[in-house]
């Protein structure tokens, strides 16, 4: 039992926001050390540092659950359904079957065809044929209407021998292709999506081939979004730099008179932004005007600027631009303009002093900026979507055309998966040659 202290022996703490543990021991005067109100300070330190920490928990926590319901959770939905469909192995049973006991390269034989006949059969009558098809025609485009003709065929009854009824139905019951598919989509778990997104497929034999040449599409898209968005990054880099200097270096009232120009693009919706870019660029828009009206080119010489790459880069990079000079100018605002004069004295030229004094502190704001805008650029929609074309299309309108028109959402998550991984390591990447630590946004 703890010993009542003496005023001037008693060693009185309140334990809140203490750091450190503390024994319950008697102190060099063999006196047990206690708190105020008589309970021992080892308990009392515990008892305030759970306190302290449940607190902070709950303090955090609307912020942890509004990160966790959209944000983890949905990546782990599209992380699950690019790598799971099962569209055609919960609805045709029995054909899945047959393909766990036949190696690739079987011939379908009498069972296989009655095992599809049956499938067929019962998937009409749960109106779930349509939804076979759908899965198989991911595989292999044009054979959902074979599947959902053919089952309201099959659902009327048929007689053995089926693989004879069917293919009388519709020879391309024989096709291997076609049965190729149907293994691919016979387990509910696949990487046929990740593969058709690296323009690749499983042949007969189970090995990865390339697609035909007239369907290899993605790879072409993710390297057109990984270019134009490093162009678009070097660009805004370029125009925003001196933007950025001219902002950090003039008098406080004129930096911000000129900073609400800066900021004017956020408060006009993205939607005008990139209309107006139409009405400029086309080709009886105003900067065709203007140069036929100069004379630099003719009436039948006028520019394609919009619907392709360039109206894309120049819609993009004027949209993204702010990102780039917000964090260029928080970095050169706290540069000491003495170091610049320092290293004129000394004999160095404007440009050395440029390259090797003042370029090197605005690193941080340039790493910051770059990461911004490339991000933004490698997932932007709308305005490639709007002036692009078909030639400034990005991999993020095949994803929305995906979710939106074809309905084929596991392979717009395997496209988005991919999209995120590749982001991820660029990001890792940078961490690893510039550090994340160097960044600075204000």
Do not use: C
């Given at each position: 039992m703890a010993t009542p202290l003496d005023p001037h022996a008693a060693i009185v703490t309140h334990a809140a926001g203490q750091g450190a543990a503390a024994e319950a021991r008697p102190n060099a005067q063999g006196v047990l050390l206690t708190t105020a109100d008589g309970q021992p300070l080892a308990r009392a330190l515990t008892r305030s540092r759970r306190r302290a920490r449940r607190q902070a928990f709950l303090l955090v926590l609307p912020l942890l659950a509004f990160v966790l319901i959209t944000f983890v959770v949905p990546i782990g939905q599209m992380l699950q359904r690019s790598a799971k469909n099962p569209g055609f192995s919960d609805n045709m049973p029995q054909v899945s079957a047959w393909f766990d006991e036949n190696p690739r390269g079987a011939v379908p034989d009498e069972a296989a065809f009655a095992a599809l006949a049956a499938d067929m059969a019962a998937a009409a009558e749960a109106r779930t044929v349509g939804i076979v098809g759908t899965r198989i025609n991911y595989e292999l485009p044009g054979t959902r209407s074979l599947f959902t003709s053919t089952g309201r065929k099959v659902a009327r009854g048929i007689e053995p021998p089926h693989r004879e009824a069917l293919l009388e139905m519709d020879p391309r019951w024989a096709d291997e292709e076609l049965w190729t598919a149907?293994?691919?989509?016979?387990?509910?778990?696949?990487?046929?999506?990740?593969?058709?997104?690296?323009?690749?497929?499983?042949?007969?034999?189970?090995?990865?081939?390339?697609?035909p040449e007239n369907r290899q599409v993605y790879v072409m898209l993710f390297q057109r979004t990984l270019w134009l968005s490093l162009l678009i990054?070097?660009?805004?880099?370029?125009l925003g730099f001196p933007v950025a200097h001219l902002l950090a270096t003039l008098p406080m009232r004129r930096s911000n008179l000129l900073m609400i120009l800066v900021l004017l693009p956020f408060w006009t919706s993205l939607l005008v932004r990139t209309t107006a870019w139409i009405?400029?660029?086309?080709?009886?828009?105003?900067?065709?005007?203007?140069?036929?009206?100069?004379?630099?080119?003719?009436?039948?010489?006028?520019?394609?600027?919009?619907?392709?790459?360039?109206?894309?880069?120049?819609?993009?990079?004027?949209?993204?631009?702010?990102?780039?000079?917000?964090?260029?100018?928080?970095?050169?605002?706290?540069?000491?303009?003495?170091?610049?004069?320092?290293?004129?004295?000394?004999?160095?030229?404007s440009w050395t002093a440029f390259r090797r004094i003042y370029f090197p502190q605005t690193l941080p704001g340039l790493g910051a900026g770059a990461l911004l805008v490339f991000i933004l650029a490698v997932g932007y929609y709308i305005t490639p979507a709007l002036v692009g074309g078909s030639s400034g299309q990005l991999i993020s309108n095949m994803i929305a055309m995906h979710m939106t028109e074809t309905l084929n959402w596991s392979m717009a998550a395997a496209l988005a998966a991919l999209l995120l991984a590749g982001v991820l390591i660029l990001y890792w990447l940078y961490d690893r040659l510039v550090g994340i630590d160097n960044l600075k946004l204000g």
């Amino acid at each position: 039992m703890a010993t009542p202290l003496d005023p001037h022996a008693a060693i009185v703490t309140h334990a809140a926001g203490q750091g450190a543990a503390a024994e319950a021991r008697p102190n060099a005067q063999g006196v047990l050390l206690t708190t105020a109100d008589g309970q021992p300070l080892a308990r009392a330190l515990t008892r305030s540092r759970r306190r302290a920490r449940r607190q902070a928990f709950l303090l955090v926590l609307p912020l942890l659950a509004f990160v966790l319901i959209t944000f983890v959770v949905p990546i782990g939905q599209m992380l699950q359904r690019s790598a799971k469909n099962p569209g055609f192995s919960d609805n045709m049973p029995q054909v899945s079957a047959w393909f766990d006991e036949n190696p690739r390269g079987a011939v379908p034989d009498e069972a296989a065809f009655a095992a599809l006949a049956a499938d067929m059969a019962a998937a009409a009558e749960a109106r779930t044929v349509g939804i076979v098809g759908t899965r198989i025609n991911y595989e292999l485009p044009g054979t959902r209407s074979l599947f959902t003709s053919t089952g309201r065929k099959v659902a009327r009854g048929i007689e053995p021998p089926h693989r004879e009824a069917l293919l009388e139905m519709d020879p391309r019951w024989a096709d291997e292709e076609l049965w190729t598919a149907m293994r691919n989509a016979s387990t509910p778990y696949t990487s046929s999506f990740y593969l058709a997104a690296l323009d690749r497929t499983r042949d007969s034999a189970g090995d990865v081939a390339r697609v035909p040449e007239n369907r290899q599409v993605y790879v072409m898209l993710f390297q057109r979004t990984l270019w134009l968005s490093l162009l678009i990054t070097g660009l805004t880099f370029v125009l925003g730099f001196p933007v950025a200097h001219l902002l950090a270096t003039l008098p406080m009232r004129r930096s911000n008179l000129l900073m609400i120009l800066v900021l004017l693009p956020f408060w006009t919706s993205l939607l005008v932004r990139t209309t107006a870019w139409i009405v400029l660029l086309q080709q009886q828009g105003v900067v065709n005007d203007a140069l036929v009206w100069l004379g630099l080119i003719g009436e039948q010489g006028r520019l394609q600027m919009i619907y392709n790459q360039t109206g894309t880069i120049i819609a993009m990079t004027h949209i993204l631009l702010p990102f780039m000079i917000l964090p260029l100018y928080s970095v050169m605002r706290t540069i000491n303009p003495s170091y610049v004069r320092a290293a004129r004295s000394l004999g160095a030229t404007s440009w050395t002093a440029f390259r090797r004094i003042y370029f090197p502190q605005t690193l941080p704001g340039l790493g910051a900026g770059a990461l911004l805008v490339f991000i933004l650029a490698v997932g932007y929609y709308i305005t490639p979507a709007l002036v692009g074309g078909s030639s400034g299309q990005l991999i993020s309108n095949m994803i929305a055309m995906h979710m939106t028109e074809t309905l084929n959402w596991s392979m717009a998550a395997a496209l988005a998966a991919l999209l995120l991984a590749g982001v991820l390591i660029l990001y890792w990447l940078y961490d690893r040659l510039v550090g994340i630590d160097n960044l600075k946004l204000g």
